[in-house]
């Protein structure tokens, strides 16, 4: 499917690291790993506010036998050295520790979150507001602060992130009244419970949230059941957007009918629609070290959102090489898209998303390619 607008509005090279929070902390020559996975909002202003997720990696991760992961403490950051013959550094974005009786990795990079104002078409850059970038300042964000995702609820913005840490892989809750200067609330939901995404309007007297909890064991379907065991899109509600109880009812739940479900996790801010809640996920189908990743959409019913009203098993967005042919030269993925913001534009939906794990791709989606059949 083609589009009116399809662009990479925000990439490495549009980051000034001199301005970085990590700028005069690590005496080691950095580098903009991926600027991607953009939260998405409309400004006061008109204007769109991106909130850019800055992967800052060193320039040199292995040196004397031992790869180097940057960490965050008590104001400080530090370099960690691992010897070489301990880890799994397969893929690019972390490594892997051998041995012990679970999964235990570090980050190439530290990730920041970086407001970069877009104008109200998400055509051009406005301003970068580097004076209002998130960095880690909690213990449980030793590893940094990644893939924002914010809605506007009574007319305050709440924003959520994953903080990293040795402690947790928590999900974070930020506030604001005017999406400018924002205020850490502190952790929401716990221990790798990744892309919450809070709906834009109360159902009921309640906020309301999709949810992903990770694990390591799934129980099987029936042979015959519609559904396919692995991670799915569960939902939670809250009194106050602080305290969460998850939903007795399922969410959105990967599909036999397709491989490219098989992993699968939230993407944009459900937003109201006239027919029902739009959200928009990603799914991914093995391949590779990372899967392809691929956007696609669900209409949840008003009243009760865990009742899907339509949805489609063919991709609203796939990956574009086209659009990251520039920036070959710093390519480390492929077959990556992950939808991470919507606002509502008139006659078209305005999709941010990270293209590659690498930049930030905005595209206008005409509402006819989204309807209820």
Same mark, same amino acid.
């Given at each position: ?161 994953? +903080? ?5 892989? &928590?999900?974070? %809750?930020?506030? *604001?009244? @005017? !999406?400018? $200067? #924002? ?41 015959? +059941? ?5 991670? &799915?899109?569960? %939902?939670?509600? *809250?009194? @106050? !957007?602080? $305290? #969460? ?41 093995? +391949? ?17 959102? #865990? ?67």
């Amino acid at each position: 499917m083609t589009f009116p607008l399809d662009h990479l509005v925000f990439t490495p090279h549009d980051v000034d690291l001199s301005r970085s929070p990590l700028a005069g902390h690590i005496d080691e020559e950095t580098y903009v790993l991926g600027a991607f996975n953009p939260g998405m909002t409309r400004l006061p202003n008109g204007n769109l506010l991106m909130m850019v997720r800055v992967a800052e990696a060193l320039r040199t991760p292995i040196r004397d036998g031992h790869v180097r992961a940057i960490r965050w403490d008590d104001g400080r950051y530090h370099l960690d050295n691992w010897p070489l013959q301990l880890v799994d550094t397969a893929d690019p974005r972390k490594f892997m520790m051998r041995g012990g009786g679970w999964k235990v990795m570090a980050l190439t990079s530290l990730s920041w979150l970086l407001p970069v104002e877009l104008d109200a078409a998400g055509r051009r850059v406005e301003a970068v507001h580097y004076d209002q970038a998130i960095a880690p300042r909690a213990s449980y964000q030793n590893y940094g602060v990644e893939d924002a995702r914010i809605s506007r609820v009574d007319g305050r913005y709440l924003m959520t992130t994953c +903080s990293v840490s040795p402690e947790r892989h &928590s999900t974070t %809750l930020y506030t *604001s009244d @005017d !999406a400018r $200067h #924002w205020q850490l609330e502190g952790i929401v939901l716990d221990h790798q419970n990744k892309d919450m995404l809070i709906f834009e309007g109360r159902i009921g007297d309640k906020f309301w949230a999709q949810t992903r909890p990770l694990g390591d064991l799934y129980f099987a379907y029936p042979p015959d +059941s519609e559904w396919r065991a692995g991670p &799915s899109i569960n %939902l939670a509600s *809250s009194p @106050d !957007a602080l $305290h #969460w109880k998850p939903s007795d009812h399922p969410g959105i739940r990967p599909h036999a009918a397709t491989v490219a479900t098989a992993r699968m996790g939230g993407g944009a801010q459900p937003v109201p629609t006239d027919d029902g809640w739009l959200t928009l996920w990603h799914g991914v189908e093995p +391949s590779g070290v990372v899967g392809i990743y691929r956007t696609y959409w669900t209409l949840l019913d008003r009243d009760e959102p #865990w009742r899907t009203i339509a949805t489609d098993h063919q991709p609203l967005l796939e990956p574009n090489p086209a659009l990251t042919e520039p920036l070959k030269d710093l390519m480390y993925l492929d077959d990556v898209v992950f939808t991470t913001g919507l606002v509502d534009a008139g006659d078209h939906w305005i999709v941010a998303s990270g293209e590659a794990d690498l930049a930030c791709r905005i595209t206008h989606v005409p509402k006819t390619a989204i309807a209820r059949s």
